[in-house]
């Protein structure tokens, strides 16, 4: 199974909602990312956790907070968000060894529209 | 420091090749290559780890010149399904931080 699940597909909410992303994966990889992708942008790196430990947070906004509760899961928090926040969000995974990037495996992506 | 590719955009016909190129300023522990196709996510094609490596994947290959520091993608006879941004990543220390290209958008035409 090379699959990574995201849920909700579409998220629309309002700036003072407060919403979770979810992603799923079942490959056993140790180093799962959140990435923001804007329309014709490369996809912005945003967290990264590595054995269920943040490694990496790439001065994001604290309306955004991740969330690791296992080695399969990953959530992203969403907290009074801005309409330029709206993008649609990727969840990856890959394999984890001492800071190496492997073959990162992307979600289907969650489409977020703030209004 | 973002790497830069060249060039923004392809359009060819069915059966042309193309070549995508992705330079860094500083030399890289690794380049990846990934493609995105509208309304997809991206998908994985290959990671370069070694200076003069290259690599192949069914016509899509690669190399990696010896100072590490310039990738190129050649797509060779393409086909339809070839369209989309390609875009490479690239790996400047061991700490899961991959940056990524601006993107180049490849068109096929029948």
């Known amino acids: 199974d090379t699959e990574v699940t995201q849920t909700p597909k579409h998220l629309v909410m309002g700036m003072t909602n407060k919403k979770s992303l979810k992603c799923e994966q079942h490959?056993?990889?140790?180093?799962m990312y959140w990435y923001k992708q804007k329309a014709k942008k490369p996809p912005e790196l945003m967290f990264v956790y590595s054995y269920e430990k943040l490694s990496i947070n790439e001065s994001v906004p604290s309306r955004f907070s991740p969330e690791c509760p296992n080695s399969s899961l990953l959530n992203l928090h969403l907290h009074a968000l801005q309409p330029e926040d709206s993008a649609l969000y990727l969840c990856?995974?890959?394999?984890?060894?001492?800071?190496?990037?492997?073959?990162?495996?992307f979600g289907p992506g969650t489409r977020l529209t703030v209004t | 420091q973002q790497p830069v590719q060249s060039p923004q955009a392809v359009i060819l016909r069915e059966g042309e090749d193309a070549v995508i190129n992705c330079s860094s300023s500083k030399a890289l522990y690794s380049v990846h290559w990934y493609r995105q196709k509208h309304g997809e996510a991206p998908v994985f094609l290959m990671i370069?780890?070694?200076g003069g490596e290259q690599k192949g994947h069914e016509k899509i290959s690669a190399s990696f010149n010896e100072k590490k520091q310039q990738s190129s993608l050649y797509l060779t006879a393409s086909q339809l399904s070839y369209s989309g941004t390609y875009f490479c990543?690239?790996?400047?220390?061991?700490?899961?931080?991959?940056?990524w290209g601006a993107g180049t958008k490849l068109i096929i035409k029948p």
């Open positions: 370069l780890l070694k």
């Open positions: 990856a995974s890959s394999q984890a060894n001492g800071g190496l990037i492997y073959e990162q495996y």
């Open positions: 990543g690239t790996e400047m220390d061991s700490n899961y931080q991959l940056i």
């Open positions: 490959m056993g990889h140790r180093a």
